[in-house]
């Protein structure tokens, strides 16, 4: 290929950091002890575990090393968290959560209203991404075991007032978990100054190895054990502990905190970069989310009267990768959750594409986007039975072919 690849796909994973791997390797082979055991090769597994656990407090503004239970993933933390809630709070059988959470949140909390284990009330967000506050303060109530609102969202990139949402969980009774597995790394925490109870992470979204991540569970919380079988993690998760995977996420935790600067400027301005001259090179289309309240790098940009699955193959034939918020690849038609839940239309949510950006991307690999993108959109509007059933002003015609709007 005559350009180099062009990754913007960060938030489905990021690149492993050779640092990381530099510190994941001797676990491996060198130093290959199981933490549990007394001899000198458990030990010297279980000091690195206990250095690679402060590495992850500091980064989460954490009181306490132990408030961190490690785990397989986000998804396994989100279950943990409201699996555990709702066995804990005796009386309190309710989960409240927002219509754009991740499928990790939402699978979990339909399945439980489905065998009648809870009630699940589902907040509304506005236009840009918002949770509707209103909504939120009249589903509260006695009843309420948990509720789980993610920090920001993984195709807009919104940011959500958790603190303040765990507030109003309080004054109800009520625990409050975060999904935050998109902001993690992003933007900086400081989870002893809040009243977040329980908050998910995972690895491979800042740099880290994938299949590690961690719940943090606030020092006095009760949590219920999902996996038994085991003492580790303080009984709270029971397994031998993945320490390669625990190493490498303290690892990326640590980078992740020296590079917060970075995330907050030099990287959020590349995102506005693209956003800027994509808005301004082709026509018809518009940003998605909140662009006053968002991660700094992330930008869902939304290509009227195309299909998302058709841009994306385009774009990887020119060695760019980004995703879409389409769920054509899985087999429906249907646009993203999320888009709908927007109320984005759908000649629009089905051409959004998200473009996610890290650390390691650079302006050329903006002008590379910025070169090929509206050839690409301008090749499939030709072919768009939608895209020619506008007039010359972009409005529809009398009689033309109309899709129906969510």
Not at 381 to 389: G, H, L, T, V
Request: proline share 4%; glycine share 10%; with cysteine.
């Amino acid at each position: 290929m005559a350009n180099d690849p062009v990754y913007l796909d960060n938030n489905a994973t990021t690149r492993c950091d050779p640092r990381v791997v530099s510190a994941m390797l001797p676990y491996f082979s060198e130093q290959f002890g199981n933490a549990s055991s007394m001899h000198a090769f458990g030990s010297e597994v279980g000091g690195a575990l206990a250095r690679a656990r402060k590495q992850l407090q500091t980064l989460l503004g954490a009181a306490f090393d132990h408030e961190i239970v490690y785990t397989s993933g986000g998804t396994e933390a989100d279950n943990m968290a409201i699996l555990s809630a709702l066995d804990t709070q005796r009386g309190r059988d309710e989960v409240i959560t927002s219509a754009v959470e991740h499928p990790a949140v939402l699978s979990l909390v339909a399945h439980l209203e489905k065998t009648g284990a809870a009630k699940v009330h589902i907040i509304p967000v506005d236009a840009k991404g918002r949770l509707d506050m209103e909504a939120y303060r009249k589903a509260l109530g006695p009843r309420t075991a948990i509720v789980s609102i993610m920090w920001a969202n993984n195709e807009t990139g919104t940011i959500f007032p958790v603190e303040k949402l765990a507030e109003m969980a309080h004054e109800a009774g009520a625990l409050f978990h975060t999904d935050a597995v998109q902001a993690v790394g992003k933007i900086p925490m400081d989870l002893k100054e809040t009243g977040i109870d329980m908050l998910s992470l995972s690895g491979h979204k800042l740099h880290g190895p994938k299949g590690i991540g961690a719940l943090y569970v606030r020092k006095g919380v009760r949590l219920r054990a999902l996996i038994r079988g085991g003492h580790q993690e303080r009984g709270r998760r029971a397994g031998t502990e993945n320490a390669p995977g625990i190493i490498g996420l303290g690892m990326a935790a640590e980078l992740a905190a020296e590079h917060m600067h970075e995330e907050q400027t030099r990287v959020a301005a590349l995102r506005d970069r693209l956003e800027a001259g994509l808005l301004a090179s082709i026509s018809h289309s518009f940003t998605t989310g909140d662009p006053q309240t968002r991660l700094p790098n992330t930008a869902n940009v939304a290509f009227e009267y195309i299909e998302g699955e058709a841009i994306l193959l385009l774009m990887n034939r020119e060695g760019i990768a980004a995703s879409s918020g389409s769920a054509c690849t899985s087999g429906s038609l249907e646009p993203s959750h999320v888009l709908r839940a927007m109320n984005v239309p759908y000649t629009a949510a089905h051409g959004a594409i998200r473009f996610s950006f890290s650390r390691e991307n650079t302006e050329a690999d903006v002008d590379r986007v910025l070169e090929v993108m509206p050839q690409i959109i301008a090749r499939l509007r030709e072919m768009s039975p939608f895209w020619q059933a506008r007039d010359g002003d972009g409005r529809e015609t009398e009689g033309a072919f109309n899709p129906t709007y969510a």
